[in-house]
């Protein structure tokens, strides 16, 4: 049987202050930077109008494409390559052009092509696809999207008071926002484009996140039964590395299937491929070197008190120990 990384005894809490640090440096610049200037959302969102075109040969420059759409009434179309210069995609999701959506799906599709039929000729060119989207129900895509992102996280919550104490689902909660935010820096940074791809990505990172933290703190729990006079310091060291090699051979088996999407998705599946692939990794990073950490600050800041039964207070007299072991002996 294939033995990764057993008994391994790394020191992963005291790293804390580099994960810290990381992560802050990560997630503050790409807030600051959606606050700024948004997410560029797909036309399933905005509402709009999307033609895919195939050029005969020689095509003609996007700049040729761009100029012919201007003399058509439609400057604000959007136009890039797609795969190879024949192919082009152009986008209207301007509010001007999307208000025109109203009047039909059509109307600005029937616009596009008549601009290119003038410049070109229509038998220069051949439309592979048309998607019009109006901008009602793109207000409505964009709404349920939302919805859903907030019923996945109450469910969350509900999941982790239900499994936990407090002390563990609060720890958890703040490690799966802390995944949440720096995915969403990260697609900021990658300029990906909101689509619905991309929101079933988010909503399979969330669940991916809570469950490698959940694998560890359920580790944790155990230790606390098994060593109750071992340090939480300690014991969140040694459930972090027990559960090192169920972690990295989940993480690199999902990995590899997401490489093969990123390499051969095509520029359509590609956005969530990264989605999904940065959030396997920060998720790991997260439950080897956030929670952990996140955890022994909460029972530090709200140390459990014994219970009335007289059940002694595990949690708190393991941080308690722990610090008294940290603590340098006084100079004879």
Same mark, same amino acid.
């Not at 530090?300 to 072991?325: C, F, I, M, V, Y």
């Given at each position: 049987?294939?033995?990764?990384?057993? /008994?391994?005894?790394?020191?992963?809490?005291?790293?804390?202050? !580099? $994960?810290?640090?990381?992560?802050?440096?990560?997630?503050?610049?790409?807030?600051?930077?959606?606050?700024? $200037?948004?997410?560029?959302?797909?036309?399933?969102?905005?509402?709009?109008?999307?033609?895919?075109?195939?050029?005969?040969?020689?095509?003609?420059?996007? %700049?040729?494409?761009?100029?012919?759409?201007?003399?058509?009434?439609?400057?604000?179309?959007?136009?890039?390559? +797609?795969?190879?210069?024949?192919?082009?995609?152009?986008?209207?999701?301007?509010?001007?052009?999307?208000?025109?959506?109203?009047?039909?799906?059509?109307?600005?599709?029937?616009?596009?092509? =008549?601009?290119?039929?003038?410049? &070109?000729?229509?038998?220069?060119?051949?439309?592979?696809?048309?998607?019009?989207?109006?901008?009602?129900?793109?207000?409505?895509?964009?709404? /349920?999207?939302?919805?859903?992102?907030?019923?996945?996280?109450?469910?969350?919550?509900?999941?982790? @008071?239900?499994?936990?104490?407090?002390?563990?689902?609060?720890?958890?909660?703040? =490690?799966?926002?802390?995944?949440?935010?720096?995915?969403? %820096?990260?697609?900021?940074?990658? /300029?990906?484009?909101?689509?619905? &791809?991309?929101?079933?990505?988010?909503?399979?990172?969330?669940?991916?996140?809570?469950?490698?933290?959940?694998?560890? &703190?359920?580790?944790?729990?155990?230790?606390?039964?098994?060593?109750?006079?071992?340090?939480?310091?300690?014991?969140? /060291?040694?459930?972090?590395?027990?559960?090192?090699?169920?972690?990295?051979?989940?993480?690199?088996?999902?990995?590899?299937?997401?490489?093969?999407?990123?390499?051969?998705?095509?520029?359509?599946?590609?956005? +969530?491929?990264? !989605?999904?692939?940065?959030?396997?990794?920060?998720?790991? +990073?997260?439950?080897?070197? !956030?929670?952990?950490?996140?955890?022994?600050?909460?029972?530090?800041?709200?140390?459990?008190?014994? =219970?009335?039964?007289?059940?002694?207070?595990?949690?708190?007299?393991?941080?308690?120990?722990?610090?008294?072991?940290?603590?340098? @002996?006084?100079?004879?």
């Amino acid at each position: 049987m294939l033995r990764v990384l057993h /008994n391994t005894k790394i020191n992963f809490i005291r790293l804390w202050r !580099v $994960s810290t640090a990381f992560s802050l440096l990560l997630i503050i610049p790409g807030l600051i930077w959606i606050a700024l $200037s948004g997410f560029h959302y797909s036309i399933e969102f905005t509402g709009g109008t999307l033609k895919r075109i195939q050029f005969t040969d020689p095509p003609p420059s996007v %700049a040729d494409v761009r100029a012919a759409m201007a003399e058509g009434g439609l400057p604000q179309v959007e136009i890039q390559t +797609f795969g190879s210069p024949n192919e082009l995609i152009m986008r209207a999701q301007d509010p001007s052009t999307v208000a025109q959506q109203d009047a039909g799906a059509e109307v600005v599709s029937r616009q596009i092509t =008549a601009a290119l039929d003038a410049k &070109f000729g229509a038998d220069k060119y051949e439309v592979l696809l048309t998607e019009g989207v109006g901008p009602k129900v793109g207000s409505e895509l964009r709404r /349920n999207a939302m919805i859903a992102l907030a019923i996945a996280f109450i469910t969350t919550l509900i999941y982790l @008071a239900w499994r936990f104490e407090w002390r563990f689902g609060l720890a958890a909660v703040l =490690a799966t926002v802390h995944d949440i935010l720096a995915t969403l %820096a990260f697609m900021k940074y990658m /300029n990906l484009e909101i689509s619905l &791809f991309v929101v079933g990505a988010l909503l399979t990172v969330i669940g991916y996140s809570l469950n490698d933290t959940v694998v560890v &703190f359920d580790r944790v729990r155990e230790n606390l039964k098994k060593f109750p006079k071992t340090g939480l310091y300690d014991l969140l /060291n040694r459930s972090v590395n027990e559960t090192l090699p169920r972690t990295v051979l989940t993480g690199s088996t999902t990995l590899a299937t997401l490489l093969s999407l990123l390499i051969f998705g095509g520029t359509v599946i590609r956005p +969530f491929a990264w !989605v999904l692939t940065w959030g396997i990794i920060i998720g790991t +990073f997260s439950s080897v070197y !956030v929670a952990g950490p996140l955890l022994l600050w909460i029972n530090h800041q709200w140390p459990r008190h014994a =219970a009335a039964s007289g059940r002694a207070d595990r949690l708190a007299q393991a941080t308690r120990q722990t610090e008294r072991e940290k603590r340098p @002996a006084p100079a004879r």
